[in-house]
């Protein structure tokens, strides 16, 4: 169908409101972040009329890394409610692959920096949004002698021997250079330079001595990372100085946020708009609220079973625990592998290690009454934390890839051709 080559945003709104009104907000939002190109791979096969289209959806190299094996669940979604889109205009056949995004010459960042340029100007375009000065109550002078040695940079003013000099003469006696200046000054590569160079400067931004106001520093530190954990980095609060806080920067663990990522694929894939809930405050607590990551990673197995279970017709008791729905699903997906030699053992192994899978986080979750908040501790108490949760949270994730994986090849194949 060469209009959707040609002319593709009448039939991508369409099928984005299919993906929106089933729930599958994940893949929603890929079509509506990619970019879209459209490609005709000729006739089907031997004596076969029908033509067949690939439609590429380029993300982001960072937002294709995260999605992992759940881009198979996500690019059959969006095929599947393209073809439904063009079925009355077209007998063609469409296959969708989400790929990563090729870099524009102009937004590669330095030899040194990872941190892409777009989330570098979302930064900035913020701050000149809030008009937040960025040198808070120093002079500009002052504050970027803080970070560089401004007697060693050059002037860009033949008046001038160096960037100090330069500085004070545009920004104080003149005032004939804009108030975002040093966002663009080469000298400084604020857009293009290292990652460290960058982080430092917003840490310095929101150092006590530039921005005594702590509740302001908070916010800007919020913001910041609201950009910052998108590429692999955070603020946090290293220390006080006089009652306020200072920050630095440091790495992301990736892994549960890629965990996450997978979960609410297959959440999308089973249609589970309540899974999707559950996911949302998983993501959100696996770092500030580990006991809560953790109690939720127990909900999520239980959620994927039942799903599982209830679109398979299979009754259970509302007073099932998770072990005995894990059971009904092995049972219903047939998880003892069939045709191999010494099947018995395979199966007592393959039963064992469901169970731990299933009772991991349930025994996590235990822990949050025995760790959690409510109750007297004496002063060698130390809570749960971000790693116990990440534990919790990978083992549901492991689970939940099994069986809906299972669910994927044995299940749906049987109900197409009942169809």
Request: glycine residues 6%; aromatic residues 8%.
């Amino acid at each position: 169908m060469q209009d959707l080559a040609t002319n593709p945003a009448r039939y991508l709104t369409t099928v984005e409101e299919l993906l929106l009104a089933e729930r599958m907000t994940q893949a929603c939002d890929i079509l509506r972040k990619a970019e879209l190109r459209v490609e005709n791979d000729g006739l089907g096969g031997w004596g076969s009329r029908v033509t067949t289209w690939t439609l590429y959806l380029a993300v982001d190299p960072g937002d294709y890394v995260l999605l992992g094996e759940g881009r198979i669940f996500i690019e059959e979604q969006i095929a599947q409610r393209f073809r439904i889109t063009l079925a009355p205009y077209s007998g063609d056949a469409y296959a969708v692959e989400i790929v990563p995004r090729l870099a524009k010459p102009d937004a590669m960042p330095g030899p040194n920096a990872r941190i892409r340029r777009q989330a570098r100007q979302n930064i900035i375009d913020g701050l000149l949004i809030d008009k937040v000065s960025w040198a808070g109550q120093l002079e500009e002078v002052d504050f970027l002698s803080r970070l560089f040695d401004l007697s060693a940079l050059p002037s860009n003013d033949s008046r001038y021997s160096d960037a100090a000099g330069d500085i004070y003469q545009h920004r104080v006696n003149n005032f004939d250079w804009d108030d975002d200046w040093v966002y663009s000054d080469s000298r400084f590569t604020l857009m293009t330079g290292s990652d460290e160079a960058f982080l430092r400067f917003l840490c310095e931004m929101i150092h006590p001595v530039v921005r005594p106001d702590a509740s302001e520093a908070a916010k800007l530190a919020s913001q910041f990372n609201d950009q910052l954990r998108q590429e692999g980095w955070e603020l946090i609060e290293a220390e006080r100085i006089a009652g306020r806080p200072r920050f630095e920067a440091r790495r992301v663990n990736v892994s549960g946020t890629r965990a996450v990522s997978r979960a609410r694929a297959v959440a999308d894939a089973l249609d589970a708009g309540w899974m999707q809930k559950e996911i949302e405050r998983l993501e959100a607590a696996v770092e500030n609220d580990p006991s809560l990551a953790i109690g939720t990673a127990k909900d999520l197995l239980e959620t994927c079973c039942k799903s599982i279970l209830t679109r398979q017709q299979v009754t259970f008791s509302r007073a099932a625990t998770l072990p005995d729905l894990a059971k009904l699903v092995a049972k219903e997906l047939k998880l003892v592998p069939e045709g191999i030699s010494d099947e018995a053992k395979g199966a007592d192994t393959i039963r064992l290690l469901l169970r731990n899978l299933a009772t991991l986080t349930q025994y996590l979750a235990e822990l949050r009454g025995l760790y959690g908040s409510g109750h007297g501790r004496d002063g060698r108490h130390r809570g749960l934390e971000p790693r116990h949760a990440r534990l919790a949270v990978g083992a549901a994730i492991a689970f939940v890839d099994f069986v809906s994986d299972t669910y994927h090849q044995r299940i749906l194949p049987l109900s197409k051709k009942g169809d």
